[in-house]
């Protein structure tokens, strides 16, 4: 990561936005996201299909639907996620009810989540460094209550 990058205002600028947590939010996002990507590129995963695996992986037999609502996607662009796991032969389907299919990991899925976990886990250690792994549950806990209420 190019501490370029990471700057704050050029020198002789004041960025009163620095102070501002939602700017903060943001520019950390920003780069973790850019890094996130760069992370699982040779795995041809994007963040939100990695992360679509991931919840899938904790929750089998979860619908496309349950996904959506628990990342944040609108359901136009969780079909193409679903697909493409299903496509690569990640996750197998099942019938949930009449019209709904619940999704689980294949194992070439499972094989796949524990490499996620690893360069997730590799990628996040890059940006706290600093931070003991209990100060990093409360510095997510925080942020997390930021976006709770977002229905």
Wanted: aromatic share 2%.
């Amino acid at each position: 990561m190019d501490s370029a990058e990471h700057a704050s205002a050029p020198a002789g600028i004041i960025n009163p936005l620095e102070e501002r947590l939602g700017y903060q939010l943001r520019r950390a996002s920003t780069v973790m996201q850019a890094d996130l990507t760069k992370a699982l590129s040779g795995l041809s995963l994007r963040p939100h299909e990695a992360s679509a695996l991931l919840l899938i992986e904790k929750n089998p037999g979860i619908t496309q639907s349950e996904i959506g609502r628990s990342l944040g996607i609108k359901r136009a662009n969780m079909a193409p996620i679903a697909a493409m796991l299903s496509n690569r032969h990640l996750v197998e389907r099942s019938r949930f009810d009449g019209r709904s299919q619940g999704l689980r990991l294949s194992p070439e899925g499972e094989a796949l989540a524990h490499t996620v976990h690893k360069r997730m886990n590799v990628h996040e250690a890059r940006f706290l460094p600093e931070l003991s792994p209990s100060e990093r549950v409360a510095l997510t806990s925080a942020i997390a209550k930021v976006w709770a209420d977002e229905d």
